[in-house]
């Protein structure tokens, strides 16, 4: 098998792209721009939708220009991946189930979800496969997203550190981040639809065997670090605990893991969310910043 930079499987090779795809990486971590190709007309093409499953698996997000493509046409190429699955907070298109708006407006100042390095819905027992993010009206200057590759976090990591997360997993709340700014009453009721996940924190990606660094906003602490090997007296759970994984979410707001999207109307962004995090900037003055995502269900991470 044939690598790639630092060593990650290349998977695809350059001679299986036998269409017409241009192919421009971004960042010598992760990222590339695609070109020459049309999610809509993707969206009927089996054969183009495997090519670019394989560019994701290489590259891991994969961005796309001028993609004036209908509703359906996103929810149909998504669709090819997976079900598409709803969220319990943000509001779907009434006639494209499974198309999430994500719509920013001058109104909700205050409302910055986005804005902390995430991997989308890991407090479902089964964190979604991936997105398909469109722009339909964005900020002049501003409102960027940044991805970072955690296979790449996770390869970096110093050889103790590895020794000390191999086992160990870790719970992840809704309640904790959507529901924290809702009345008690109906933070505790999401909680009851939506009871805390847990997942390792090192992942094995299901279709390339790598492994993953799977902690992130939404990981409010360890549910196994309590044990004889890590801890001798309350500090070391308290501050111990807490500061590893303090130091392990960090990994994602380092740059050289990172590729930075600047948005256009029509501009897409597909990303494989086993293995990475993102980080939508909200450094934009009060104005509209209006997103459609289609998030494709997953499997369980074991």
């Not at 190709?37 to 009927?44: F, K, Q, T």
């Amino acid at each position: 098998m044939s690598h790639s930079i630092d060593g990650a499987p290349a998977v695809v090779q350059a001679a299986a792209l036998t269409r017409s795809i241009r192919v421009e990486q971004l960042t010598c971590a992760i990222g590339a721009e695609l070109s020459n190709v049309n999610l809509g007309a993707a969206s009927r093409d089996p054969g183009l939708v495997a090519e670019i499953r394989a560019l994701l698996l290489k590259h891991r997000v994969l961005f796309f220009r001028d993609q004036d493509i209908t509703r359906a046409e996103h929810v149909a190429f998504a669709r090819h991946f997976g079900e598409l699955e709803d969220h319990p907070v943000a509001g779907s298109d009434p006639d494209n189930p499974g198309l999430v708006r994500i719509y920013k407006s001058p109104e909700q100042p205050n409302d910055r979800y986005e804005n902390a390095w995430h991997t989308d819905a890991t407090w479902r027992e089964q964190p979604p496969f991936g997105c398909v993010l469109r722009c339909v009206e964005c900020p002049p200057v501003g409102g960027d997203t940044m991805w970072a590759n955690m296979v790449l976090a996770y390869e970096k990591l110093p050889e103790d550190v590895k020794s000390r997360i191999a086992g160990l997993r870790a719970r992840h709340s809704i309640e904790a981040s959507f529901g924290a700014a809702m009345p008690v009453e109906k933070r505790l009721g999401l909680h009851a639809q939506f009871p805390d996940a847990e997942h390792p924190v090192v992942r094995i990606h299901p279709e390339t065997g790598e492994k993953v660094l799977f902690v992130n906003a939404f990981t409010t602490h360890f549910t196994n670090f309590h044990t004889p090997e890590n801890v001798r007296y309350g500090q070391d759970y308290t501050h111990g605990g807490s500061d590893l994984l303090r130091y392990l979410i960090s990994q994602a707001a380092i740059p050289e893991y990172q590729v930075r999207w600047r948005w256009k109307p029509n501009s897409m962004a597909f990303w494989d969310n086993r293995s990475t995090q993102h980080y939508a900037v909200m450094d934009y003055p009060p104005c509209h910043r209006k997103m459609e995502r289609a998030g494709i269900k997953g499997d369980a991470t074991y």
